[in-house]
């Protein structure tokens, strides 16, 4: 399975970036971050349907994950970003679904989100 995401950057506080991620078939994906010195923690994650979301609570209203029709690319539009979202995001995918409780499947690269105040 390849994850290929891109989109990272350089943002101030209160700006908006989006990443992106395509998977080399259907899967549920999903984001994780990494702050440093920090661990992984879940962000959010999407069903092959793209009916079923799930978000943490420190992303809630601000962050927004999508696949349109259904497809194997997958969005994190990232809104109202605070110094504390900087962090290496690194896409996920699973067989079955991408939650907080356990590692996915498949990881992808990192892209690295550096919100600067």
């Known amino acids: 399975v390849q994850l290929q995401a891109s989109g990272g950057g350089l943002v101030q506080v209160g700006g908006s970036l989006r990443l992106s991620c395509t998977a080399s078939?259907?899967?549920?994906m999903g984001w994780f971050r990494q702050a440093p010195g920090k661990e992984r923690e879940f962000v959010a994650s999407i069903s092959r349907s793209g009916n079923t979301i799930y978000y943490s609570d420190p992303v809630k209203r601000r962050f927004t994950i999508s696949r349109p029709n259904a497809q194997n690319t997958v969005f994190l539009q990232m809104n109202s970003l605070k110094p504390e979202d900087t962090a290496v995001y690194y896409c996920?995918?699973?067989?079955?679904?991408?939650?907080?409780?356990?590692?996915?499947?498949?990881w992808g690269q990192g892209t690295l989100v550096t919100v600067s105040s």
């Open positions: 078939g259907s899967y549920s």
């Open positions: 996920a995918a699973d067989q079955t679904r991408v939650t907080g409780v356990r590692p996915p499947d498949y």
